[in-house]
């Protein structure tokens, strides 16, 4: 893992995409068809397979300033000489400045990481674990199908709290909210709370649907 040292600087090709935010160790599949992004492909295939994704929030006409270095793990060439990718989230970054704008915006960019917890995350994390259970048990039962979670939910708080945040759907501007936090308790916090306000609601319309039947 790179030093979040000021002195790890790089510059990476930056890609950014409406409304997403990547986070490390989760996957993200891409079809690349824009042709300044399949020079920006073609490019780093031949490197090291790392680009920087970004979040664009559209409403703002904003780009995010921290975002998560993306790997190509697997790659599909398809007529028209689009792509069609497979990358995984690496670690995350800064953008310090724009080293330049043409054919793809390409930056100078410092690592982040999460500060040394100083007490036992265990507790917090587990307590995450466990309002993710319930929100899904109370899914399942207010669509009538069984809903599972994945095998491979990660037991370190660190890397729960980045699965628990890409996993919520259509809130962009909170997934980046997290991103950008380098405290693992303050991530796993706001996670809780956020699982908690969606349980409550779930329960309630659980409740509320049993007395109708």
């Not at 920087?52 to 060439?77: H, K, N, W």
């Not at 330049?100 to 915006?105: G, Q």
């Not at 699982?195 to 049993?210: C, E, G, I, M, P």
Request: charged share 25%; proline share 8%; hydrophobic share 45%.
């Amino acid at each position: 893992m790179a030093s979040s040292s000021s002195l790890a600087v790089r510059e990476l090709p930056l890609f950014p995409l409406p409304e997403v935010v990547l986070f490390p160790h989760r996957p993200l599949p891409l079809h690349i068809f824009e042709f300044r992004y399949r020079i920006m492909m073609n490019t780093i295939l031949e490197g090291d397979r790392r680009f920087g994704v970004l979040m664009f929030d559209p409403t703002q006409g904003q780009v995010a300033s921290v975002g998560c270095c993306a790997e190509v793990i697997q790659y599909q060439r398809l007529p028209d000489d689009r792509m069609k990718i497979v990358t995984l989230g690496q670690q995350r970054f800064r953008v310090l400045e724009a080293v330049r704008e043409k054919p793809y915006l390409v930056g100078l960019v410092e690592w982040i990481e999460d500060e040394p917890p100083t007490a036992d995350l265990r507790p917090l994390a587990q307590d995450v674990a466990n309002l993710l259970r319930d929100v899904v048990h109370l899914s399942s039962k207010l669509m009538d199908q069984p809903i599972e979670l994945p095998d491979d939910i990660p037991d370190l708080p660190t890397e729960l709290s980045y699965w628990v945040a890409s996993n919520l759907y259509g809130v962009a501007s909170e997934q980046q909210m997290l991103l950008e936090m380098q405290d693992t308790v303050a991530r796993l916090e706001r996670e809780a709370e956020i699982l908690t306000s969606t349980r409550n609601h779930l329960a309630a319309r659980t409740v509320l649907k049993d007395a109708l039947n």
